[in-house]
């Protein structure tokens, strides 16, 4: 037998075992226990709101949004945007700020940015959730006859610019099984007027096809009461599409307070 030594490489050490190992490694792993210690050489807990965020999405899991307050439900959004922080703070925040969990989600960019604690990642979650809100309620409407279906219209008008700060105006054209055709945002104008043109909107019709319209447009102000322009505009587009075979079948404004339907009112 030989009594050879077997030399060590530069760079590592045997443990145990006998088993050779890198330095670094060691050196990692005694570093990483360290940072584990306080000064009083017992290891550190995990943060506190770690079992928190568990806690909360098991509640979330077995008994839904309902068994959750906003700020909760906020809090599970921004979880995946701030993973090392307590992010309750921030979600009562924003509520304070704007509101209700809907109009977080929907707040401009420019306004969520004001608020310390909110970057990029954290507003990118909750424009995802608001986009999903705007597809999950188009979804109810799409291919299917929209007059049977009305109280889905309504929450797809309101999911997709009921809490806009500036005005929008949609139309929703239908064929004669009144089904969505298309789906548009014609004008936007500032946060109390927006220019419509009503040869330009039958225009638009014709060339899709359409057989009937609905209008829709927000009330930034949250009030959405119409207002005697909203009236004689819609008489207006009424008027030029009749003849040409497109009926209005009605004009919804929506806003933060909820909804009008100027055909309800009959006011068209």
Same mark, same amino acid.
């Given at each position: 037998?030989?009594?050879?030594?077997q030399?060590?490489p530069?760079?590592?050490r045997?443990?145990?075992?006998s088993q050779?190992i890198?330095?670094d490694?060691?050196?990692? %792993?005694?570093?990483?226990?360290?940072?584990?210690?306080g000064?009083?050489?017992l290891?550190?807990? =995990? =943060?506190h709101?770690?079992?928190?965020?568990?806690?909360?999405?098991? %509640?979330?899991?077995?008994?839904?949004? $309902?068994?959750?307050?906003?700020?909760?439900m906020?809090?599970?959004?921004?979880f995946? $945007?701030?993973?090392? %922080?307590?992010?309750?703070?921030?979600?009562?925040t924003l509520?304070?700020?704007?509101?209700?969990?809907?109009?977080v989600?929907?707040?401009?960019?420019?306004?969520?940015?004001?608020?310390?604690? !909110?970057?990029?990642? $954290?507003i990118t979650?909750?424009k995802?959730?608001?986009?999903?809100?705007?597809?999950?309620?188009?979804?109810?409407?799409?291919?299917?006859?929209?007059?049977?279906?009305?109280?889905? !219209?309504?929450?797809?008008?309101?999911? $997709?610019?009921?809490f806009?700060?500036?005005?929008?105006?949609?139309?929703?054209?239908?064929?004669?099984?009144?089904?969505?055709?298309?789906?548009?945002v014609?004008? @936007?104008?500032?946060?109390?007027?927006? =220019? !419509?043109?009503?040869?330009? !909107?039958?225009?638009?019709a014709l060339e899709l096809?359409?057989?009937a319209?609905?209008?829709?447009?927000?009330?930034?102000?949250?009030? =959405?009461?119409p207002?005697?322009?909203?009236?004689?505009?819609t008489? @207006?587009?009424?008027?030029?599409?009749k003849p040409l075979?497109?009926?209005?079948?009605?004009?919804?404004?929506?806003?933060?307070?909820g909804?009008?339907?100027?055909?309800?009112?009959?006011?068209?």
């Amino acid at each position: 037998m030989s009594n050879i030594t077997q030399q060590v490489p530069v760079g590592f050490r045997r443990d145990e075992g006998s088993q050779l190992i890198a330095l670094d490694r060691v050196e990692a %792993r005694t570093s990483s226990a360290a940072k584990r210690k306080g000064a009083s050489g017992l290891a550190e807990a =995990p =943060p506190h709101y770690h079992g928190h965020r568990e806690r909360l999405r098991e %509640r979330f899991r077995e008994a839904g949004a $309902a068994a959750l307050a906003d700020y909760e439900m906020l809090e599970l959004i921004l979880f995946r $945007a701030i993973p090392q %922080r307590d992010v309750k703070p921030l979600a009562k925040t924003l509520l304070e700020k704007f509101g209700s969990f809907a109009e977080v989600i929907a707040a401009p960019e420019q306004r969520l940015k004001e608020i310390d604690g !909110v970057g990029e990642a $954290a507003i990118t979650e909750l424009k995802v959730v608001q986009a999903a809100a705007q597809l999950f309620a188009k979804g109810s409407v799409t291919k299917r006859t929209v007059l049977s279906s009305w109280s889905s !219209v309504l929450d797809y008008c309101r999911a $997709a610019q009921a809490f806009a700060e500036k005005e929008q105006f949609r139309i929703l054209f239908l064929d004669k099984r009144n089904q969505l055709i298309a789906d548009e945002v014609q004008q @936007q104008g500032t946060v109390d007027h927006t =220019p !419509v043109y009503p040869r330009e !909107v039958v225009k638009r019709a014709l060339e899709l096809s359409a057989t009937a319209i609905i209008l829709v447009h927000n009330h930034p102000s949250g009030d =959405p009461t119409p207002s005697q322009a909203d009236i004689e505009m819609t008489r @207006q587009i009424a008027s030029a599409a009749k003849p040409l075979g497109v009926a209005l079948h009605d004009h919804i404004i929506v806003g933060r307070d909820g909804h009008a339907s100027l055909k309800g009112l009959k006011l068209i």
